[in-house]
């Protein structure tokens, strides 16, 4: 007779295996092609016309679609070409929302060889947060119109990234006395914005959340604290609102969250490893997935991965997006093994630890490395789980 406990398992794991995160995946952003830059150019000064702009985003899309599929990921995002950031693109069409040149506010990015000291526009809660048409709703619809055997994933900032940077003081306090009202109708315009994108066809949305992994860095906690902000429970402030939103979402709707400590023409904002939110982060976020960044000592160990519990997948991001050398396959085997210390092999997955162009400059590596990366993550996935 057939071991019926065997047979459950492999059923569940064929299951997990068939809903995302995938094997081999990746968090979503491309190089921009030079092309495409060129193009942004000329519309930012006037040559050349928003319909001629979207012209060249479009074939620029088809083309990154058509080589996803090729290198053979299981998902297909349009590589965040028509954005000028990963976030602030998306912020800044929410209602109640205002771009505001705020000084006062600095980011630092860093690397072994350079710094950066960026004082980029931030967003200020004016009036009442609303949703007044699906944010990114045009652009998933022709992703989901040129995919033909990937499964197309849309990535959109957390709303946790509308709070981080400027906290308390963004949000106008004749609006939102109370914060309360705030994460009220930030959550409803978020789980608006969900049931929208699910209407459209969207079965594989991520929410990017830096937050998560900042607050695991003791600068990043000072920093919550400096705007007035709880830098021992904020993430769990932050959880809580994430799953608000998620609430009652479509069975056959599957999300992920991406969690860095920044990317920025590949350089990084913060450091540490994620013991500091890993507890409440497994345990209690409601999401299918998480993409977490394991490239190197600035992300700390495999350790939090005890808190994961069965059922969750983790998609290690150990192939690095910040430089142009092609990891080795025994590298990444032998990371994953030692991951696989702390939890079920059969939970991992494996991806590039962030985008690869995150703002519209990109990483420093060309087109070519950035597509072998993706090559590597498919074939290594391949050899270690059989499938991708």
């Known amino acids: 007779m057939p071991d019926t406990q065997s047979t459950q398992d492999q059923a569940s794991s064929a299951r997990s295996a068939s809903r995302p995160p995938f094997r081999a995946d990746h968090v979503g952003s491309l190089l921009r092609p030079p092309e495409l830059l060129r193009a942004r150019q000329e519309a930012t000064a006037g040559r050349i016309s928003a319909d001629e702009l979207k012209d060249a985003e479009d074939a620029a899309i088809a083309e ?22 990963w976030h602030m693109d998306f912020i800044y069409q929410l209602g109640g929302i205002k771009k505001v ?23 200020h809660v004016v009036a009442p947060v609303t949703l007044e048409h699906t944010i990114f709703g045009d652009a998933f619809a022709f992703l989901r ?15 946790s990234m509308v709070h981080y940077r400027g906290g308390r003081s963004a949000i106008d306090n004749a609006v939102y006395p109370d914060l309360d009202g705030f994460w009220a109708d930030l959550v409803a315009a978020y789980a608006d914005e969900v049931r929208r994108l699910y209407d459209l066809g969207c079965r594989y949305l991520q929410f990017d959340d830096t937050s998560l992994a900042y607050m695991n860095d003791p600068a990043q906690r000072q920093h ?36 860095c400590r920044g990317n920025n023409q590949s350089m ?42 069965k059922g969750k997948k983790v998609v290690l991001g150990l192939v690095t997006s910040k430089r142009g050398e092609l990891e080795s396959k025994d590298y990444l ?56």
């Open 145 to 159: 119109d040129t995919v033909t055997t990937a499964v197309p994933k849309l990535t959109i900032p957390s709303l």
């Open 333 to 388: 085997k032998r990371r994953l093994e030692d991951a696989a210390r702390f939890i079920d092999i059969d939970q991992l997955c494996l991806s590039p630890q962030c985008g690869f162009s995150s703002t519209k400059e990109g990483n420093d590596l060309t087109q070519q490395q950035q597509w072998d990366k993706l090559t590597l993550v498919v074939e290594t996935a391949q050899e270690v789980w059989g499938s991708v």
């Open 64 to 85: 990154v679609v058509r080589r996803q599929q090729e290198v053979g990921l299981r998902a297909a995002t349009d590589g965040e070409l028509r954005r000028e950031s």
């Open 224 to 259: 919550v604290a400096d705007i007035g902000g709880d830098p021992e429970h904020q993430h769990e402030r932050y959880i809580e609102n994430i799953n608000k939103a998620l609430a009652g979402r479509p069975a056959d709707l599957a999300v992920t969250t991406h969690m």
């Open 101 to 123: 040149q705020d000084d006062t506010i600095r980011v630092e990015f860093h690397n072994q060889q350079r710094r950066y000291e960026w004082a980029p526009p931030s967003a």
């Open 268 to 309: 990084w904002a913060a450091e540490g490893g994620y013991e500091f939110v890993a507890d409440a982060l497994f345990n209690n976020l409601d999401v299918d997935g998480f993409f977490c960044e394991w490239d190197d000592e600035r992300s700390g160990g495999f350790e939090p991965l005890r808190f994961v519990p």
